[in-house]
C-alpha cells in the first residue's frame, strides 16, 4: 500500500469533504492538527445513534443532529488518510462545552488547491474546502486585514526574501527623501533576528536607551509603558532637511542580554482576555508609537525570508509592501511558495494583493535594457499566475462579463501601475559599505550618486503613494 504524503492527505480529504452523498449544509469542515493530521468537522450534532443513552439531548431536533449515512461516508472514506487520520475522526458540536471555540474560530479560511495532472496522467480538478490550519508558525500569513486609509499614518514596508539585495539602504534613503519633503518619518526595525538599521541611521551616542525588543520583554510583565520614551532617538540624517527622521531600532545602547531577550519575544503572553499573540503585541507597538509620535509617514524594516515577523507586517500592517529581489532562481522560487500560499486562500489573497510592489534591486549596470525586460517577465509571470484574476476577452454583448473585465485585478506585462511592473535601484559602486551618515569630504556619497542609484525608486514610490501623503 502507497503510503500517504502530506499534500496527498490534504487532497484526500478534501475530496471527502466535497463527496456528493454528503449534505450541502453543513458544510463539512477540515481541521489539520500541529502534525498535519486531519479531522473533520460538521457544525451539527451527531447523529442520535452515536450518542449515549444517558448523555443524548432529546431535545436536540432530528434536523440538527448529522444523518448517520453521511458520518459514515466521511468515516470510511477517512480511513485511507492513514498516518494523517486520527482517533476521533469526526467533530461535532457535542464534543465541545462551548462549541464556538471551533465552529466560530476565526482562522477558518476558504481554501483552494490547485488542479494537478498525477504520473498516471489522470488530471485533478482544483478543489475547494473549508480548512482551520492549526500550525505552530506562519499562522500571521492568513490574518490579512484590509487597509482602510483610516486611523493610522502610512505605512511602507521592505521585505525581501533574502538579506543582502539593499533594503535597509533604500529604507534609510527613503526616510531621507520625505524628510526633504517636510514629513515626519518614524522607522522601525522588526528585523528582529539581524538589527542594524540604527547602524546606518544613528551614531552609537544617539541610539536610544530601549529598543523594540525591549518593548516586548517588558510587556510580558506587565512594563511595556515605562520604556515608550526611550525607544526612539533622531537621526541625523534629517539635521540638514525640512522634516524629521525617528528612529526604534530593534536594539538599545550598551545592549548585553540581546539573544536572551530574543529567546522571549515570539512567545504568547496570558492576559485576562486570553492569550496575547506576538502578532497581536506587534501591532500594538506600531499602533502605540504612532500614538506617541504622531508621524507622516511609518517605514517598517521587516524580517527578511517567510517569517511570522513579515507575515505581521504584510499582512496585517503594511498600507504598501515593497517586495525586494533579485533576477534569481532562488528569489522567484521564494516568492512563488508565498504567491501560492495566498492563491490557495481566496479571501487573504484580495485582501493582501493591492498593497504589494515589486521592486529590482541591485540593477545592474550593463546590459540594462535586456535585464529589466527578462525581471518584468519574470514579475508578471508569477504575479499573472498567482494573484491577478484570471478573465476571458471582453465580450460586448455581454454586459455583466464587460463588467467583471472592468472589475478585475489584472493589469498588462507594460502597465506601469501594476504591482509586477518593478520600481528600480541602480547598483552602484560608491554605495558599497555606505554610510548615510558620512559627510561628502570625508568620503561619503554624494546627492548625485545618491540620484543616480535611487532616483527612479523614489519617483515611482512617491507616484505610488495615496494623496494623502502630500497633504
Same mark, same amino acid.
Given at each position: 500500500?502507497?503510503?500517504?504524503?502530506?499534500?496527498? /492527505?490534504?487532497?484526500?480529504? /478534501?475530496?471527502?469533504?466535497?463527496?456528493?452523498?454528503?449534505?450541502?449544509?453543513?458544510?463539512?469542515?477540515?481541521?489539520?492538527?500541529?502534525?498535519?493530521?486531519?479531522?473533520?468537522?460538521?457544525?451539527?450534532?451527531?447523529?442520535?445513534?452515536?450518542?449515549?443513552?444517558?448523555?443524548?439531548?432529546?431535545?436536540?431536533?432530528?434536523?440538527?443532529?448529522?444523518?448517520?449515512?453521511?458520518?459514515?461516508?466521511?468515516?470510511?472514506? /477517512?480511513?485511507?488518510?492513514?498516518?494523517?487520520?486520527?482517533?476521533?475522526?469526526?467533530?461535532?458540536?457535542?464534543?465541545?462545552?462551548?462549541?464556538?471555540?471551533?465552529?466560530?474560530?476565526?482562522?477558518?479560511?476558504?481554501? $483552494?488547491?490547485?488542479?494537478?495532472?498525477?504520473?498516471?496522467?489522470?488530471?485533478?480538478?482544483?478543489?475547494?474546502?473549508? $480548512?482551520?490550519?492549526?500550525?505552530?508558525?506562519?499562522?500571521?500569513?492568513?490574518?490579512?486585514?484590509?487597509?482602510?486609509? !483610516?486611523?493610522?499614518?502610512?505605512?511602507?514596508?521592505?521585505?525581501?526574501?533574502?538579506?543582502?539585495?539593499?533594503?535597509?539602504?533604500?529604507?534609510?534613503?527613503?526616510?531621507?527623501? $520625505?524628510?526633504?519633503?517636510?514629513?515626519?518619518?518614524?522607522?522601525?526595525?522588526?528585523?528582529?533576528?539581524?538589527?542594524?538599521?540604527?547602524?546606518? $541611521?544613528?551614531?552609537?551616542?544617539?541610539?536610544?536607551?530601549?529598543?523594540?525588543?525591549?518593548?516586548?520583554?517588558?510587556?510580558?510583565?506587565?512594563?511595556?509603558?515605562?520604556?515608550?520614551?526611550?525607544?526612539?532617538?533622531?537621526?541625523?540624517?534629517?539635521?540638514?532637511?525640512?522634516?524629521?527622521?525617528?528612529?526604534?531600532?530593534?536594539?538599545?545602547?550598551?545592549?548585553?542580554?540581546?539573544?536572551?531577550?530574543?529567546?522571549?519575544?515570539?512567545?504568547?503572553?496570558?492576559?485576562?482576555?486570553?492569550?496575547?499573540?506576538?502578532?497581536?503585541?506587534?501591532?500594538?507597538?506600531?499602533?502605540?508609537?504612532?500614538?506617541?509620535?504622531?508621524?507622516?509617514?511609518?517605514?517598517?524594516?521587516?524580517?527578511?525570508?517567510?517569517?511570522?515577523?513579515?507575515?505581521?507586517?504584510?499582512?496585517?500592517?503594511?498600507?504598501?509592501?515593497?517586495?525586494?529581489?533579485?533576477?534569481?532562481?532562488?528569489?522567484?522560487?521564494?516568492?512563488?511558495?508565498?504567491?501560492?500560499?495566498?492563491?490557495?486562500?481566496?479571501?487573504?489573497?484580495?485582501?493582501?494583493?493591492?498593497?504589494?510592489?515589486?521592486?529590482?534591486?541591485?540593477?545592474?549596470?550593463?546590459?540594462?535594457?535586456?535585464?529589466?525586460?527578462?525581471?518584468?517577465?519574470?514579475?508578471?509571470?508569477?504575479?499573472? !499566475?498567482?494573484?491577478?484574476?484570471?478573465?476571458?476577452?471582453?465580450?460586448?454583448?455581454?454586459?455583466?462579463?464587460?463588467?467583471?473585465? !472592468?472589475?478585475?485585478?489584472?493589469?498588462?506585462?507594460?502597465?506601469?501601475?501594476?504591482?509586477?511592473?518593478?520600481?528600480?535601484?541602480?547598483?552602484?559602486?560608491?554605495?558599497?559599505?555606505?554610510?548615510?551618515?558620512?559627510?561628502?569630504?570625508?568620503?561619503?556619497?554624494?546627492?548625485?550618486?545618491?540620484?543616480?542609484?535611487?532616483?527612479?525608486?523614489?519617483?515611482?514610490?512617491?507616484?505610488?503613494?495615496? !494623496?494623502?501623503?502630500?497633504?
Amino acid at each position: 500500500m502507497r503510503t500517504l504524503r502530506f499534500n496527498d /492527505a490534504m487532497r484526500l480529504a /478534501a475530496e471527502i469533504a466535497n463527496d456528493p452523498r454528503l449534505p450541502s449544509m453543513p458544510r463539512v469542515g477540515i481541521v489539520r492538527d500541529i502534525y498535519g493530521r486531519l479531522r473533520f468537522a460538521v457544525d451539527a450534532y451527531q447523529p442520535l445513534a452515536l450518542a449515549e443513552d444517558d448523555s443524548a439531548d432529546h431535545d436536540i431536533l432530528n434536523e440538527q443532529r448529522y444523518p448517520l449515512d453521511a458520518h459514515e461516508i466521511l468515516l470510511s472514506a /477517512a480511513a485511507g488518510l492513514g498516518g494523517y487520520a486520527t482517533s476521533q475522526q469526526v467533530l461535532y458540536r457535542d464534543d465541545f462545552s462551548n462549541p464556538a471555540t471551533l465552529f466560530q474560530n476565526a482562522d477558518w479560511h476558504e481554501t $483552494l488547491l490547485p488542479a494537478f495532472e498525477d504520473a498516471a496522467g489522470v488530471l485533478h480538478p482544483e478543489r475547494s474546502m473549508l $480548512l482551520l490550519d492549526r500550525q505552530v508558525i506562519g499562522q500571521d500569513w492568513l490574518r490579512a486585514e484590509k487597509f482602510s486609509g !483610516e486611523g493610522h499614518p502610512l505605512r511602507i514596508v521592505f521585505y525581501g526574501l533574502k538579506g543582502g539585495v539593499g533594503r535597509s539602504t533604500a529604507l534609510a534613503m527613503l526616510a531621507y527623501k $520625505l524628510a526633504q519633503t517636510g514629513k515626519r518619518v518614524l522607522l522601525m526595525d522588526f528585523d528582529l533576528e539581524s538589527p542594524g538599521l540604527s547602524g546606518l $541611521l544613528l551614531p552609537p551616542e544617539r541610539v536610544a536607551a530601549y529598543g523594540l525588543i525591549d518593548w516586548f520583554v517588558e510587556d510580558a510583565v506587565g512594563q511595556g509603558g515605562t520604556v515608550l520614551s526611550d525607544i526612539v532617538s533622531d537621526s541625523p540624517l534629517a539635521e540638514h532637511t525640512t522634516g524629521v527622521i525617528r528612529v526604534a531600532a530593534a536594539m538599545g545602547q550598551c545592549e548585553t542580554a540581546y539573544l536572551s531577550k530574543l529567546a522571549r519575544v515570539y512567545g504568547d503572553v496570558p492576559s485576562p482576555q486570553g492569550p496575547r499573540s506576538f502578532a497581536t503585541r506587534m501591532v500594538e507597538l506600531v499602533s502605540v508609537l504612532e500614538r506617541c509620535e504622531r508621524p507622516d509617514v511609518v517605514l517598517i524594516d521587516s524580517r527578511a525570508g517567510l517569517h511570522d515577523v513579515a507575515a505581521v507586517a504584510i499582512a496585517r500592517l503594511a498600507d504598501v509592501a515593497l517586495l525586494f529581489a533579485t533576477d534569481t532562481a532562488q528569489s522567484w522560487q521564494g516568492y512563488r511558495q508565498l504567491f501560492l500560499h495566498w492563491q490557495q486562500h481566496p479571501d487573504v489573497l484580495r485582501a493582501v494583493r493591492e498593497r504589494l510592489l515589486m521592486v529590482q534591486a541591485l540593477f545592474p549596470e550593463s546590459d540594462q535594457a535586456d535585464r529589466a525586460e527578462r525581471f518584468k517577465q519574470h514579475a508578471y509571470d508569477l504575479f499573472a !499566475e498567482h494573484l491577478y484574476d484570471r478573465i476571458e476577452p471582453r465580450n460586448l454583448e455581454n454586459s455583466e462579463a464587460d463588467s467583471d473585465f !472592468e472589475s478585475a485585478f489584472n493589469f498588462d506585462l507594460d502597465a506601469e501601475d501594476a504591482p509586477h511592473f518593478p520600481l528600480r535601484i541602480r547598483w552602484s559602486g560608491r554605495l558599497q559599505e555606505f554610510n548615510p551618515l558620512l559627510r561628502v569630504e570625508d568620503g561619503g556619497v554624494s546627492a548625485a550618486d545618491i540620484e543616480l542609484a535611487f532616483g527612479p525608486f523614489f519617483t515611482a514610490v512617491m507616484d505610488a503613494l495615496p !494623496e494623502t501623503i502630500d497633504e
